[in-house]
């Protein structure tokens, strides 16, 4: 059973850093995972922030390029650091993982509760 575990979120305010941890369990061995933060704010849609796919590719929004940085640590964990953060960044972020098909693998997505970032205005 994979299990998703984010922290780290917190009220900042505005022009300070903020890093978010994602922590994954129950990873299967011969499986690939790539992992991505995503936010939602209130009233709005959940959209991609920030990822780490295989093992060298790190998209990243427009909206936070430059500022966010998104860094896997282990298979197990993943962090995102935050810089010159925004009263607009001001969401709860989520951590994805996504378990790439293969011979042995189905794909599948599991997401965390997610942690809340708020950056007064």
């Known amino acids: 059973q994979v299990e998703v575990v984010e922290s780290g979120g917190n009220s900042v305010q505005a022009g300070g850093s903020l890093m978010l941890s994602c922590i994954v369990t129950?990873?299967?061995?011969?499986?690939?995972?790539?992992m991505r933060w995503y936010r939602q704010a209130p009233g709005k849609e959940r959209l991609f922030v920030a990822g780490v796919v295989g093992d060298t590719e790190k998209p990243i929004a427009d909206s936070v390029k430059g500022r966010f940085t998104a860094s896997r640590e282990n298979r197990q964990k993943m962090t995102l650091q935050m810089m010159t953060l925004k009263p607009e960044d001001t969401a709860m972020y989520y951590c994805?993982?996504?378990?790439?098909?293969?011979?042995?693998?189905?794909?599948?997505?599991?997401w965390g509760p997610g942690t809340q970032v708020t950056v007064p205005s």
């Open positions: 994805q993982v996504y378990q790439r098909p293969s011979f042995f693998c189905s794909s599948g997505t599991y």
């Open positions: 129950g990873l299967r061995d011969r499986c690939g995972y790539d």
